[in-house]
């Protein structure tokens, strides 16, 4: 059974830097999967953020933090991580982590994921 689990949420000011993390175990290896963050702030819809293949490190990310977040893993650590620079108010939410399969479902998709943390707070102020 896959499990990941996320730390590094806080609460930060506009404009500052936070970076969040995401311990993945279950498996030998990872390398038939990708992993994806996603956050959900009160009263909306949970919304991709990125996304991170595991063996290539190929990486994709939403419009709406393109340019300020960074999506990385450690292989050897199997940690995953998520870069956030130039924190808005509106980046507000709990972030989740989650693992999918390499195949059709698209990245964006949160119905394409088979595993999920438990997430992590993150609140910017203005």
């Known amino acids: 059974q896959v499990q990941l689990v996320e730390s590094g949420g806080g609460l930060v000011q506009a404009g500052d830097s936070l970076r969040l993390s995401c311990a993945v175990s279950?498996?030998?290896?990872?390398?038939?999967?990708?992993m994806g963050w996603f956050r959900q702030a009160p009263g909306k819809e949970r919304e991709f953020v990125g996304a991170?293949?595991?063996?290539?490190?190929?990486?994709y990310y939403a419009d709406s933090v393109k340019g300020r977040f960074t999506i990385s893993r450690d292989n050897a650590k199997n940690t995953v991580y998520l870069q956030m620079n130039s924190l808005k108010p509106e980046d507000t939410a709990v972030y989740y982590c989650?693992?999918?399969?390499?195949?059709?479902?698209?990245?964006?998709?949160?119905?394409?994921?088979?595993?999920w943390g438990q997430g992590t707070q993150v609140t910017v102020s203005s």
């Open positions: 989650a693992a999918k399969q390499l195949n059709s479902r698209p990245y964006a998709s949160s119905s394409s994921y088979d595993y």
């Open positions: 279950g498996r030998r290896t990872f390398s038939g999967y990708a």
């Open positions: 991170v293949t595991w063996s290539y490190g190929n990486t």
